[in-house]
């Protein structure tokens, strides 16, 4: 009767979300198939690896190395989706110099090493993840030969590494002949060999072979799973076994580390992104940052202080708002009149000194901003880290203990303080430029602090650094907590 009852729930409650994530699969697969040429990605691959971050949600809260191997493809995905604003950079570079592609061929070496640094991880984690649940449970799909010639998961596993690893290279390879250099008779240059098209076709070529090799068995691999509709209900038979069930907690724990993640992720938008061919405006505004903040407060909501949290929303909207009105006022500046006009004590020193005001309101609301997100996280620190002070057994070193952790946080809103004042301290000098003569005979413009540029850059690299090392710190650290209950 049991073993009935069991039966049909299996059938009734897994059945459409195994054939979602069947499809997802499928979709992924179909996308991951192919080679890339540089860092032009016909078949998206971030698309790919954000859908295998969500069907493997459930299994990685419940399951061991599916966590791990997760937190490879989301990493994966963004490294991937990265590659849409390094295109904008390289036609930033090729615009300024038109035949030149050593920016391109850089860049794609980059993101061939990246994505094979989380790739090795993520297959070998994605599969220790599967094989450990066929071992354990009855999903006997994961662990057996598959297909009519009994391909085994082992030699799948083998074939995958050797496949995505190669997809990088062969994608990566062909740039290598599109590097500048000087023309046989020393007078002109090159920036395209005759071995790119050749090796660009070889690629392409075996990439294609392999990537229809792995696509077929991967699918097969992927049926035959399916086909069997165990996987879910193996994992919730494991989680049944387990007398200290997480399943919640460890949800919680997700939601809290996402918010933490994007508040690290948001420090990276304070670096000024502007080129001499885009007129100097800055493509990364600071309204983005802004709103990458308050979509972290969003996720940390019902682990703040209500009446923190609101005065943090206001001031995150206000903050923003201004952002865009200071974005909007300096592109226009830059659009119209350039900095070379404030030489003329005309229309343009009139339009500027509404930049300046604008930049100082927008400082003094980002400090509001910063403080009510401080104190919002000295609150986490204290109730969601360690043991809390309510509790009886809270002590001298539980308070030093929470009492660093908060002295880290005081640190970071410096950072961004120092950050933001060294942004607008930076706005405020360029009203004063100085005209030099190059050797030439041409005109050139400076601001009064032109190196003031260098530090808004140091600062923001500062604030990213701290960052990372503390809201890493605190994801520990809330792990500790939760998970060690």
């Known amino acids: 009767m049991e073993t009935d009852t ?7 409650e897994i059945a459409k979300p195994m054939k979602s994530a069947y499809a997802l699969i499928i979709v992924s697969l179909l996308l991951l198939c192919n080679v890339n040429i540089g860092i032009i990605d016909i078949l998206p691959d971030a698309i790919a690896y954000f859908m295998l971050a969500k069907v493997f949600f459930k299994a990685s809260l419940q399951a061991p190395f599916f966590e791990e191997a997760r937190e490879a493809f989301l990493k994966l995905g963004w490294i991937n989706l990265a590659k849409l604003p390094a295109l904008f950079v390289i036609a930033a570079s090729r615009a300024e110099n038109a ?39 009855d999903a006997a799909s994961l662990i057996r030969p598959f297909g009519k010639r009994g391909a085994s998961p082992e030699w799948l596993l083998v074939f995958t590494y050797i496949f995505m690893i190669g997809k990088c290279i062969f994608a990566a390879a062909p740039e290598l002949f599109t590097l500048t250099r000087t023309s046989e008779d020393g007078f002109g240059l ?44 193996s994992l919730d038979v494991l989680v049944s076994y387990d007398p200290d069930n997480r399943f919640a907690v460890r949800r919680e724990l997700r939601t809290v580390k996402l918010g933490l993640t994007l508040l690290t992720v948001a420090a ?3 670096i000024d992104v502007n080129f001499d061919n885009t007129l100097g405006i800055n493509l990364l505004p600071d309204f983005i940052y802004g709103i990458l903040l308050m979509v972290a407060l969003g996720r940390l909501k019902q682990y703040l202080p209500e009446n923190t949290l609101r005065r943090a929303y206001i001031s995150g909207i206000a903050y923003t708002f201004l952002s865009a ?15 070379d006009e404030l030489l003329r004590d005309g229309i343009a020193s009139k339009v500027y000194l509404f930049v300046e005001a604008t930049a100082a309101v927008q400082f ?37 203990y929470h009492k660093g952790l908060c002295t880290r946080v005081n640190w970071y809103l410096a950072i961004g303080i120092l950050t933001g004042a060294a942004k607008l301290i930076d706005v405020i000098s360029r009203a004063t430029v100085e005209m030099i003569f190059t050797q030439s005979s041409q005109v050139a413009y400076f601001p009064a602090l032109e190196w003031m540029g260098l530090v808004v850059t140091a600062c923001a690299v500062l604030l990213i650094g701290f960052s990372i090392y503390l809201f890493s710190t605190l994801k520990e650290e809330c792990e500790m907590k939760y998970i060690q209950l």
């Open 6 to 12: 069991l039966t049909r729930s299996k059938g009734t």
């Open 99 to 137: 035949f030149g592609n050593d920016t391109s061929v850089v860049i794609s070496f980059i993101f061939c090493v990246l994505e094979i640094i989380f790739l090795i991880p993520a297959i070998k984690n994605i599969f220790a993840a599967l094989f450990r649940l066929g071992e354990r449970t």
């Open 190 to 233: 090159k920036t395209i060999s005759i071995g790119y098209p050749i090796t660009l076709v070889i690629a392409q070529a075996v990439g294609l072979v392999l990537g229809t090799i792995w696509l077929l068995n991967s699918i097969k691999y992927a049926k035959a799973v399916h086909n069997e509709g165990q996987f879910n209900y």
């Open 268 to 270: 990276f938008f304070t």
């Open 325 to 339: 009105m200071f974005f909007g006022t300096e592109t226009y500046f830059l659009y119209y009149f350039g900095y």
């Open 364 to 400: 003094i609301v980002l400090v509001i901003f910063l403080s009510c997100i401080a104190s919002g996280l000295c609150s986490f620190v204290y109730n969601h880290t360690g043991i809390p002070p309510s509790h009886e057994r809270y002590s001298r070193a539980d308070k030093d």
